[in-house]
Nanobody, 117 residues
Framework: QVQLVESGGGLAQPGGSLTLSCSSSGFTLNYYNVGWFRQVPGKEREGVSCISSRDGSTTYYADSVKGRFTIARDNAKNTVYLQMNSLKPEDTAVYYC?????????WGQGTQVTVSS
């Protein structure tokens, strides 16, 4: 069964950190670009960060998270991580990961991140 699963969400205080994980089953994540997106109710889903396939040599960050978030991949574990530091209340959202290719895109079900004191 093809599946993409996010984990690691939860409640964090402003200034705190969380690490999200995105793992695949039924397909090899290494061959896909992987993106992290987030969505707040009533707003469009926005791109947060992306990492290129295989060696992950190319990364992208939205201006709103640049310098605070870091994306990385561990191909041995078929997993992509999003390290989120210096969290702000405006980072509160459901975070989704997506495995992206020209032929097929897979999306996870999302994980809630809430930043609040």
């Amino acid at each position: 069964q093809v599946q993409l699963v996010e984990s690691g969400g939860g409640l964090a205080q402003p200034g705190g950190s969380l690490t999200l994980s995105c793992s695949s089953s039924g397909f090899t994540l290494n061959y896909y670009n992987v993106g992290w997106f987030r969505q707040v109710p009533g707003k469009e889903r926005e791109g947060v960060s992306c990492i290129s396939s295989r060696d992950g040599s190319t990364t992208y960050y939205a201006d709103s998270v640049k310098g605070r978030f870091t994306i990385a991949r561990d191909n041995a574990k078929n997993t992509v991580y999003l390290q989120m530091n210096s969290l702000k209340p405006e980072d509160t959202a459901v975070y989704y990961c997506a495995a992206l290719s020209r032929a097929t895109n897979y999306w996870g079900q999302g994980t809630q991140v809430t930043v609040s004191s």
